[in-house]
Every structure is written in C-alpha cells, then in structure tokens.
C-alpha cells in the first residue's frame, strides 16, 4: 500500500510561481516499487487532466498546453518524492492537483489533492 501526501498549493497572483511537493509512503516500498509519479488537476465540474509525469529515470512527460513549459517535474527516488514547479501561473491553473505513483501489480495510489487558486 502506497500513501501519499501532497503540499504546497495555496493562493498565487497572476504571473507568480507555486512549487508542489508529494510524499510517498507504506511499510513495503522503497526506491524500486514506484514506477511512474505524477500530477492530475481536476478544475471545478470534475473534469481531470494530466499535467505531468515522470518515470523511475526521471524522464518527464507534460500533458497538454498550457501548461507545457510554465511547469516542471522533477523526482527524488531516493526521498520518495515528486515536486512540480509551477511558473508564470495564470488563473486558468486555478484547480485541484492531485498527486499520483503506480507501483507494483499495476496499482495506482492517489493523494487528496492540493488546492490551487490563481488570482487575476
């Protein structure tokens, strides 16, 4: 069982930056049963998209714009963690974000999620 714990979210004016950070946690894993750590956003109505991802390497995958270079993924295997970097927000990022792992036999855990506003 994988538990995780996201932080960092908060209010943000246009243009400022916000950094996230996801914990993970369980009496069985360690450094090699996580495979793919992420981020989801889920915006008010409960539509959810991808923001980014990163496998065990570190090799990150960004969902679609706008995202796409404001943000950035980055893992500490080691810590069990995953952090995104978010510049240069816009109220448009405004929305829940939601950490992810998938980890052994295809399973995949998630946080509770951080609350995200961006004023304009």
């Known amino acids: 069982q994988v538990q995780l714990v996201e932080s960092g979210g908060g209010l943000a004016q246009t243009g400022g930056s916000l950094r996230l950070s996801c914990a993970a946690s369980?009496?069985?894993?360690?450094?090699?049963?996580?495979?793919?750590m992420g981020w989801f956003r889920e915006y008010p109505g409960n539509r959810r998209e991808l923001v980014a991802d990163?496998?065990?390497?570190?090799?990150?995958?960004y969902g679609e714009d706008p995202a796409k270079g404001r943000f950035t993924i980055s893992r500490d295997n080691a810590k069990k963690m995953v952090y995104l970097q978010m510049n240069k927000l816009i109220p448009e990022d405004t929305a829940v974000y939601y950490c992810?792992?998938?980890?052994?036999?295809?399973?995949?855990?998630w946080g509770l999620g951080t609350l995200v506003t961006v004023s304009s």
């Open positions: 992810y792992a998938d980890y052994q036999g295809g399973r995949r855990a």
């Open positions: 369980g009496p069985t894993i360690d450094v090699n049963t996580i495979s793919v």
């Open positions: 990163t496998g065990r390497g570190g090799v990150p995958h």
